[in-house]
């Protein structure tokens, strides 16, 4: 089955805790991202990877980092931790030589974090 | 990049016929334009993609006319499990060109009340 899947997805830490949250998907994609979406601001891209060893800024990347050594994965890496990165984030990816019509971009479940 | 701009919600009885539409006026040339939904939750999940005219698949349709700095997507007759927040992203990965970098801005969504 296609998926893409986030690990873990749920977790309470503390502020400073270095914390990683793992994201892999099984669809060959190029192109993974990673989102926030906080209420009334709608989902905000944080990073994206448009290949292996490719990575560069969204919208919202302070305090953040990514990584992609390996097509399938792509972790999202809080250094260290604050309450207002307390939120809900996506993962997702996508082909990037799609054909018109087919599903772009596929989303994970999900995972909130809640940073004291 | 291009920003988009719909309404914060709506309100529908069932049965009815819904539209939900999306303000993009600085749209490029290669643009595509593509509606998510999202339950609570859950990861966003493709409804429609669209470039010109209109598109038409088995859950909705998207009317983008011809100056593309618009799009519509109808939902006919909407039943309860249609209550869901609504995004449109213009710039999906699909049709990428190949040069320069793809970061993609979601909009606020359209929270969708479907009402018994």
């Known amino acids: 089955e296609a998926q893409v899947t986030q690990n873990p997805r749920y977790l309470i830490t503390v502020t400073g805790k270095k914390l990683t949250v793992t994201c892999s998907q099984n669809m060959n994609h190029e192109y993974m991202s990673w989102y926030r979406q906080d209420p009334g601001l709608g989902l905000r891209q944080i990073y994206y990877s448009m290949n292996v060893e490719v990575t560069d800024k969204g919208d919202v990347p302070e305090g953040y980092k990514v990584s992609r050594k390996e097509k399938r994965n792509f972790p999202l890496i809080l250094e260290s931790p604050s309450p207002n990165q307390t939120s809900l984030y996506f993962c997702?990816?996508?082909?990037?030589?799609?054909?018109?019509?087919?599903?772009?971009?596929?989303f994970g479940d999900g995972t909130r974090l809640s940073i004291l | 990049l291009a920003k988009t701009t719909q309404p914060i919600s709506m309100d529908s009885y069932e049965g009815q016929e819904v539209n939900i539409t999306c303000s993009h006026n600085n749209i490029a040339t290669n643009d595509y334009i593509t509606w998510y939904q999202q339950f609570p939750s859950q990861g966003p999940r493709f409804i429609i993609q669209?470039?010109?005219t209109k598109v038409t698949n088995e859950v909705a349709s998207l009317f983008i006319p011809a100056d593309r700095k618009s799009s519509t997507l109808s939902l006919p007759r909407v039943s309860l499990s249609d209550t869901a927040v609504y995004y449109c992203?213009?710039?999906?990965?699909?049709?990428?060109?190949?040069?320069?970098?793809?970061?993609?801005?979601f909009g606020k969504g359209t929270k969708l009340s479907v009402i018994p």
């Open positions: 997702a990816s996508s082909p990037i030589y799609g054909r018109e019509g087919e599903q772009p971009q596929h």
């Open positions: 669209g470039y010109k």
């Open positions: 992203l213009v710039g999906d990965i699909v049709q990428y060109s190949g040069a320069g970098s793809y970061q993609l801005t």
